[in-house]
Nanobody
Framework: QVHLVESGGGLVQAGGSLRLSCAASGSIFSRNAMGWYRQAPGKQRAVVATIGSGSSTTYAASVVGRFTISRDNAKNTAYLQMNSLKPEDTAVYYC??????????WGQGTQVTVSS
């Protein structure tokens, strides 16, 4: 099993920055994908960023150039650095991790609120 613990959400003014962390324990390896989805009120959960083997990354078009995903394999932790935040980035952010032969693991979610 994989257990994820998120931290780093909060309230920030537009233009500000936050860094989310997602610490994984269990059967997680550097080649396994990790990342974040977010869900705003009344909207479906949508992918924000992912990081896979070889530190390959993908980003939603709306966050390109503003968000950066990274991981520290020694700590089994992924990070989402969010800069130039906008009110439309307000959502609950959920990290995830994939592991062989296991269901996708999800974090508990962390609220990010960007005030205008």
């Amino acid at each position: 099993q994989v257990h994820l613990v998120e931290s780093g959400g909060g309230l920030v003014q537009a233009g500000g920055s936050l860094r989310l962390s997602c610490a994984a324990s269990g059967s997680i390896f550097s080649r396994n994908a990790m990342g974040w989805y977010r869900q705003a009120p009344g909207k479906q959960r949508a992918v924000v960023a992912t990081i896979g083997s070889g530190s390959s990354t993908t980003y939603a078009a709306s966050v390109v150039g503003r968000f950066t995903i990274s991981r520290d394999n020694a700590k089994n932790t992924a990070y989402l650095q969010m800069n130039s935040l906008k009110p439309e980035d307000t959502a609950v952010y959920y990290c995830f991790a994939d592991a062989p032969r296991l269901p996708r693991a999800w974090g508990q979610g962390t609220q990010v609120t960007v005030s205008s």
